[in-house]
């Protein structure tokens, strides 16, 4: 048979209309990239940029209602693609943003029959040989799967170790469905890689396929199940976090089965006041989460919507006092490289100690700042910015004179977009993460600082600095004593093979200068280790007095033991 050649972005053939859905995305990103192409580069070139500016905001909101029907007709990937976007707070207009953010809860469910069959043939037994009870209506309803509520039959839950579960579920078909999204997702960033404002600052081909492998392990739920016990284990320790238990014997790549956590939902401000807890006090501790998750973990919550968080009460009622975040959905997770933790880490911070030339230095260590940016103009708008701002949480930013922000705004808006900026890989997910924290926070608490936030949790990564740097150069000093102290022993053996014969050297000068080299040794041992106690304790002094002044004090002995060295080789 003749082989049939197929582009890569050709879906294929397919069960239903999926021909039809892979044209109608293509139409839609066709016609709104030509209509942009018009009024942002073509007018402009011939001085008409006036009126693309006069007609901005409403083709913004006309784009985002479109876009909004579109993914709430379609469904599958298209939701998703949304959810990134309204997220996008850093690049996109709030007329973008603010239509496309009610697309988290908006998916219509699947019929509970068609649910059943998929469960049922994935389990490879009947529900009601399983659980006790499946609530048919489906306690929430996503754009990849829908959860309902469920209880084990009383042998499974002895097993299981509790009773209460929440059964996910994934779309019948939904497999194929991603397939055809993706494979109109590549043309897409195909078209936008042509485009050298776009390609200059990101390349849409390995962003959509790092989206691709996002969206794929989404779909895996033995995949997510392996990541919220991953999680639980990162938080073991921490009493402020819960995750759901994972029952793995009625869990399959299509039907996961999770130990029922439902709570308060964390933006529920009503429920939360009734139940003795103050908004205001759980906002500080959600930026603390996931800071740990981003700046320490390296394994993160890609997707911290109010939906996939709870506040619990303490003992699971509502009394008051203490109280946990207990996170569910781990679908979408996200790992930070180690090189780009510690480029955040160093841009935390330089955030938190108001260092513009240090947040700058940071940006361009995690790879966001191309090399040919102007580092000094950029600097200089840092310094401004936390000059002016920096203090500041939203609320307090809301009563500066509109003038005055207005005008900053607009000067370091045409400063940042001069610039040669890039989005590495890895990076969808970390915008996401914290974009929704920042707006989670704020829905807590009006008032509430981000400064607040990250002051703490930055200093203590910088005490955490310090010691690694203390410890870094106290080991480093202590092995190089330990190689300058052994040189005796290894002089001494060579002396005794010169004096048994089996060296043959009869050189009174050599032994003299073997000697010489002894001491030599010896005294560069003790200023190593003087030199190696002195810095630490500097360094350690900053944050704690005493063990700074102890390692300091202590210094003095192999100093003296130098000198004195010194003084009897000459």
């Known amino acids: 048979m003749p082989s049939v050649r197929r582009d890569r972005a050709d879906p294929g053939p397919g069960a239903g209309n999926t021909r039809a859905r892979y044209r109608r995305i293509l139409r839609f990103a066709a016609w709104h990239l030509a209509v942009t192409w018009w009024f942002e580069l073509f007018l402009p070139r ?99 799967g829908q959860a309902h509520r469920g209880r084990l039959l009383p042998e499974n839950a002895a097993d299981a170790g509790l009773r209460e579960v929440v059964v996910k579920v994934q779309r019948p078909g939904i497999e194929a469905i991603v397939d055809v999204d993706l494979a109109a997702l590549r043309k897409v960033g195909g078209w936008l890689s042509r485009v050298r404002l776009v390609s200059s600052r990101a390349d849409m081909p390995a962003l959509v396929e790092e989206f691709a492998q996002i969206c794929r392990e989404e779909i895996d739920y033995l995949h997510e199940a392996a990541n919220a016990e991953r999680f639980a284990a990162d938080f073991a320790a921490d009493d402020r976090v819960a995750v759901p238990g994972v029952v793995w014997e009625w869990s399959t790549r299509r039907v996961l089965t999770l130990e029922d956590v439902t709570a308060i939902k964390i933006t529920d401000t009503e429920s939360l006041l009734s139940a003795g807890i103050d908004p205001v006090q759980v906002a500080p501790v959600f930026a603390s989460v996931m800071f740990e998750q981003l700046f320490s973990n390296g394994f993160f919550h890609a997707d911290p919507h109010p939906g996939n968080i709870f ?30 933790r510690g480029g955040l880490r160093k841009l935390l911070i330089a955030a938190a100690e108001r260092d513009g030339k240090g947040l700058v230095s940071a940006i361009s260590d995690v790879g966001v700042l191309a090399a040919t940016a102007d580092r000094a103009e950029l600097e ?156 630490a304790g500097a360094v350690v002094r900053a944050d704690d007095v005493v063990l700074g002044t102890v390692l300091m004090t202590v210094s003095v002995l192999p100093l003296l033991h130098a000198l004195s060295a010194g003084r009897r080789g000459r």
């Open 311 to 340: 506040v619990t009460p303490a003992g699971g009622s509502p009394a008051g006092g203490s109280w946990k975040l207990t996170f569910i959905d781990f679908g979408m997770m996200g790992q930070v490289p180690p090189g780009t």
């Open 46 to 144: 011939i001085g008409l940029g006036s009126i693309a500016a006069r007609t901005r905001t409403q083709r913004m909101q006309r784009f985002a209602q479109r876009f909004r029907v579109l993914a709430v007709e379609l469904g599958g990937l298209m939701i998703k693609v949304g959810q990134f976007l309204s997220s996008r707070l850093d690049v996109l207009p709030p007329e973008i943003t603010r239509e496309l953010e009610g697309l988290q809860d908006e998916v219509p469910p699947v019929p509970f029959p068609a649910i059943r069959a998929l469960a049922e043939a994935e389990l490879g037994t009947a529900l009601d040989q399983v659980f006790a009870f499946v609530d048919e209506v489906p306690l929430a309803a996503a754009s990849l």
């Open 380 to 535: 200089r708008a840092m310094t401004h910015l936390f000059g002016r701002f920096g203090g500041m949480g939203f609320a307090e930013l809301r009563e500066v004179d509109p003038r005055e922000f207005l005008e900053f705004a607009v000067e370091f808006g045409d400063l940042v977009r001069s610039l040669p900026f890039q989005l590495p890989e890895n990076f969808l997910l970390i915008i996401r993460a914290m974009s929704l924290t920042s707006g989670m926070c704020s829905a807590l608490d009006p008032r509430f600082n981000i400064w607040d936030a990250v002051e703490p949790y930055a200093a203590r990564l910088l005490r955490e600095e310090r010691g690694n740097i203390a410890r870094d150069v106290a080991q480093q000093a202590l092995d190089a004593a330990g190689l300058a102290l052994g040189l005796p022993r290894r002089l001494d053996g060579l002396l005794t093979r010169i004096e048994d014969g089996t060296l043959s050297v009869a050189n009174p000068r050599l032994e003299r200068q073997l000697a010489r080299l002894d001491r030599t040794a010896r005294r560069s041992a003790s200023a190593l280790v003087f030199g190696a106690l002195l810095i």
